[in-house]
């Protein structure tokens, strides 16, 4: 089974039991932010301060959490696969990288790292980015969070249909499919003839499009299945 080439989405569930809000689940972060207030580039040319703040605590919970056992069976199972495996990312946290995997699709970008709208640069970013700090390239005090807000167009997109192109297997773990283009994944592989399973804790918006559906916690599925994969 280590010559089965794997793709692996992940969505805000499967940080959840590190301690990291979901967005739509009760208690989500969309909770006291109407997505289209924040995540949007309208939103950030309107009120740039509200924005920044968002994603400025949000940056600095992440020194709070750590990765969770569902990270730790992925980097695992990367380690078993090695290129074989695809981890594609829609969470902007880190604790992939955290708990061992080191080759990870962040496709709407990643908190900690800041983008110049002036250069065009990338930086590295652990500190707040509301007050306008000057960016490390062109000194511009125009960073703001190197993550894809509705209407953009999410990163390594190319990279990801070839991916699913050419798996044997697509894995959907804990996002509501609701948001495109990763919603359509399982679309594609299917398409393409690949066997889709999904890891959710509840039915998602296409648990119906998936071969199978398994309920439960990442925690415990995403364990349960790489070793399975592995025993197979
Ligand atoms: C657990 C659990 C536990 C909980 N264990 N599970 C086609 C049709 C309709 C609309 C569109 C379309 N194509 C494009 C659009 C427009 C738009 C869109 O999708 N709108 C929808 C609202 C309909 N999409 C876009 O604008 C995208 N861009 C685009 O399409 O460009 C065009 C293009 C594409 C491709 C090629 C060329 C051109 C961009 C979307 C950007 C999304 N950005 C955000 C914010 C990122 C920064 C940030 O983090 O703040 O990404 S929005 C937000 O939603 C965030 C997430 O990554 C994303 C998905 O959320 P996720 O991960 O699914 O979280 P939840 O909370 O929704 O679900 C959690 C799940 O976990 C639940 O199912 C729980 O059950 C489960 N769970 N605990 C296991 N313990």
Redesign the pocket.
């Known amino acids: 089974m280590r010559q089965q080439r794997v793709v692996v989405l992940?969505?805000?569930?499967?940080s959840?039991?590190s301690g990291l809000?979901?967005?739509?689940?009760a208690g989500?972060?969309?909770e006291g932010h109407d997505?289209m207030v924040?995540?949007t580039p309208e939103a950030f040319a309107d009120d740039p301060d509200l924005v920044q703040r968002?994603?400025d605590e949000?940056r600095a919970a992440l020194g709070q959490v750590q990765p969770n056992a569902?990270h730790r069976a992925l980097a695992r199972l990367e380690d078993e696969l090695g290129t074989n495996l695809y981890l594609v990312?829609?969470?902007?946290d880190d604790l992939h990288e955290r708990a061992g995997s080191s080759r990870v699709h962040h496709?709407?970008?990643r908190?900690r790292a800041a983008w110049c709208t002036s250069c065009g640069e990338r930086h590295e970013w652990t500190s707040p980015l509301i007050g306008e700090p000057p960016c490390p390239s062109c000194t511009s005090a125009t960073l703001r969070?190197d993550?894809?807000?509705?209407?953009?167009?999410?990163y390594d997109?190319h990279a990801i249909h070839e991916a699913l192109w050419a798996c044997d297997l697509f894995v959907s773990?804990?996002?509501?499919?609701?948001?495109?283009?990763?919603?359509?994944f399982v679309h594609y592989a299917i398409g393409n003839g690949t066997r889709t399973l999904e890891?959710?804790?509840?039915?998602?918006?296409g648990s119906s499009d998936f071969h199978e559906s398994r309920r439960?916690?990442?925690?415990?599925?995403?364990p349960a299945w790489v070793d399975e994969l592995l025993d197979r």
């Open positions: 992940t969505g805000a569930g499967i959840a039991e809000a979901t967005f739509r689940d989500g972060l969309w997505p924040v995540a968002f994603y949000r569902a990312t829609q969470n902007i496709m709407h970008g908190l969070p993550v894809v807000w509705f209407g953009e167009v999410p997109m773990i804990g996002t509501s499919g609701l948001v495109y283009p990763a919603a359509a890891l959710n804790l509840d039915a998602s918006d439960g916690r990442a925690t415990e599925l995403v």
